[in-house]
Nanobody, 122 residues
């Protein structure tokens, strides 16, 4: 059974940093796209960042502040979030195994984690 488990969320002041982790079990994703999405309060889920072995992609709203990385030995993907803003407040979820569509479209991913809350206070 494949599982994705996120951790690292919490409450942080504006300007602070957090690092999210997404640990995968049940299969490896070293050659597959892994991504982070987020759902702000009262809004739809949106793309944050993704990576495959040949590149990384970011939403314009987080470019220059967030960094996605992965440790294939640990089957884990990370999201380093710096210079956090109140508008970054959301439930952050990781996704793996892009099967169809674009890396920024949630419907194409085969596996999802349960999400972790990030709250940025002003």
């Amino acid at each position: 059974q494949v599982q994705l488990v996120e951790s690292g969320g919490g409450l942080v002041q504006a300007g602070g940093s957090l690092r999210l982790s997404c640990a995968a079990s049940g299969r490896t994703f070293s050659m597959n796209t892994m991504a982070w999405f987020r759902q702000p309060p009262g809004k739809e889920r949106e793309f944050v960042a993704s990576m495959k072995y040949y590149g990384t992609y970011y939403a314009d709203s987080v470019k220059g502040r967030f960094t996605i990385s992965r440790d294939n030995a640990k089957n884990t993907v990370y999201l380093q979030m710096n210079s956090l803003k109140p508008e970054d407040t959301a439930v952050y979820s990781c996704a793996a195994d892009l099967r169809s569509g674009s890396y920024s479209q949630e419907y194409g991913y085969g596996y999802w984690g349960q999400g972790t809350q990030v709250t940025v206070s002003s």
